[in-house]
T-cell receptor, first 113, second 113 residues
Framework: AQSVTQLGSHVSVSEGALVLLRCNYS??????LFWYVQYPNQGLQLLLK??????LVKGINGFEAEFKKSETSFHLTKPSAHMSDAAEYFC???????????FGSGTRLQVQP | IAGITQAPTSQILAAGRRMTLRCTQD?????MYWYRQDLGLGLRLIHY???????GKGEVPDGYSVSRANTDDFPLTLASAVPSQTSVYFC????????????FGNGTRLTVT
């Protein structure tokens, strides 16, 4: 079985502040982990992924995430928020990449000027 | 431009009517998926197909059917629509290699009245 929990359905930060979006997963086998971003009225775009190897992964638009097996977490961070980062963010897991992705419920990020 | 095309982009449908959502990809991806997106629930898998000629049930398959006659097309049919099927529907695809991410279409917004 696999599942994802995203803590916080809404996160608000000031422009230039640190962005931290939390994701915890459950998987009985090694997980492949993904973060996707969705802008209004659009499909989902891949931000970054972890499959194997280095546990700190860097993605597009300055985002990065760290896979922590002991904490079953894959939190998304960005040092300095930009207005254009306002969107909904989804964490997703696939057991060894062989199963369809299971998504979290999403976190809507607001960036205040 | 390579990608996934979904049609229609939006539809209002009377309850009890039959509806087929279309999905076509030109990337020659083997695997295709249908997800529905509902507020607070994230994306939930309806049906999937690992390769042409095969399909499988996801997390919320009831009331939906799919077919995969060829690699490119993966239509989703609602045999008799009900208001609880009001949602945004996303088609996605991915190649065979395990660590490849999903590619998403722009979605179909369906309202069942």
């Amino acid at each position: 079985a696999q599942s994802v929990t995203q803590l916080g359905s809404h996160v608000s930060v000031s422009e230039g502040a640190l962005v931290l979006l939390r994701c915890n997963y459950s998987s009985s086998v090694p997980p492949y982990l993904f973060w996707y971003v969705q802008y209004p009225n659009q499909g989902l775009q891949l931000l970054l992924k972890y499959t194997t190897g280095a546990t700190l992964v860097k993605g597009i638009n300055g985002f990065e995430a760290e896979f922590k097996k002991s904490e079953t977490s894959f939190h998304l961070t960005k040092p300095s928020a930009h207005m254009s980062d306002a969107a909904e963010y989804f964490c997703a897991v696939s057991a060894t990449g062989r199963r369809a992705l299971t998504f979290g419920s999403g976190t809507r990020l607001q960036v205040q000027p | 431009i390579a990608g996934i095309t979904q049609a229609p982009t939006s539809q209002i449908l009377a309850a009890g009517r039959r509806m087929t959502l279309r999905c076509t990809q030109d990337m020659r991806h083997n695997a295709m998926y249908w997800y529905r997106q509902d507020l607070g629930l994230g994306l939930r898998l309806i049906h999937y197909s690992n390769t042409a000629g095969t399909t499988g049930k996801g997390e919320v398959p009831d009331g939906y059917s799919v077919s995969r006659a060829n690699t490119d097309d993966f239509p989703l049919t609602l045999a008799s629509a009900v208001p609880s099927q009001t949602s945004v529907y996303f088609c996605a695809s991915k190649p065979t290699d395990l660590d490849s991410p999903l590619h998403f279409g722009n979605g179909t917004r369906l309202t069942v009245t």
